[in-house]
């Protein structure tokens, strides 16, 4: 699998699946998650509302999938970061968990391209340095069959450093 880092607005990557950081009630909310349903338009919430309907929403650490709706990427993949609690309330866990998750609903698109978010690093404070240690290490150790290719989008110059110096550590 192939792991690269960009900066920019994840919104506008035309990759098989990018991922959403969204909350358990798939209602969209800021952050990314606002992005994601503005300029993918309402298809995407419909999608998330009949998997309310269905299922009472995403608990944390789990995955779901929508289309893209209107996005460049081909669909969604939602998933829920911790909230930061001091790091003993299993957050590691589960943020490893989202990760993990997601490329298992990639892996079932059979989508060969993954945009990732990072994830519970924004208004869930995480802290950026723990939580990119995290994905890489998530991403690295999954076992792909058919996802070749990860890109970890960053928003901002922190995280961008950050995955830069983890990506060049190999
Ligand atoms: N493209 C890529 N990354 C982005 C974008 C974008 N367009 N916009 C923000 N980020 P956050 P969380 C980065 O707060 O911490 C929502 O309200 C941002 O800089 O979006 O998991 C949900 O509904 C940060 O590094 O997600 C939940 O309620 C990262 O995305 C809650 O926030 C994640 O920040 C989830 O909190």
Not at 33 to 62: K, S, V, Y
Not at 68 to 89: C, F, M, N
Request: glycine share 12%.
């Amino acid at each position: 699998m192939k792991l690269s880092v960009v900066q920019g607005d994840i919104t506008r990557l035309p990759a098989d699946a990018i991922v959403n950081a969204a909350n358990e009630s798939l209602l969209g909310g800021g952050g990314v998650d606002g992005a994601i349903h503005r300029a993918g338009g309402p298809e995407i919430l419909a999608e998330c509302r009949e998997i309310r309907a269905r299922q009472g929403g995403c608990p944390t650490g789990e995955a779901v999938v929508t289309t893209g709706g209107q996005l460049p990427a081909r669909h969604v993949i939602h998933t829920v970061g911790p909230v930061w609690a001091g790091g003993a309330s299993g957050e590691a866990e589960l943020l490893a968990a989202c990760y993990h998750n997601s490329l298992d609903r990639a892996e079932e698109l059979g989508a060969r391209q993954v945009a990732f978010p990072n994830i519970s690093t924004g208004v869930y404070g995480y802290p950026k340095d723990r939580a990119a240690a995290i994905a890489v290490s998530t991403v690295k150790a999954y076992p792909a069959r058919q996802v070749e290719e990860v890109v970890f989008v960053c928003f901002d110059a922190e995280n961008f450093r950050l995955y830069q110096d983890l990506l060049a550590a190999d």
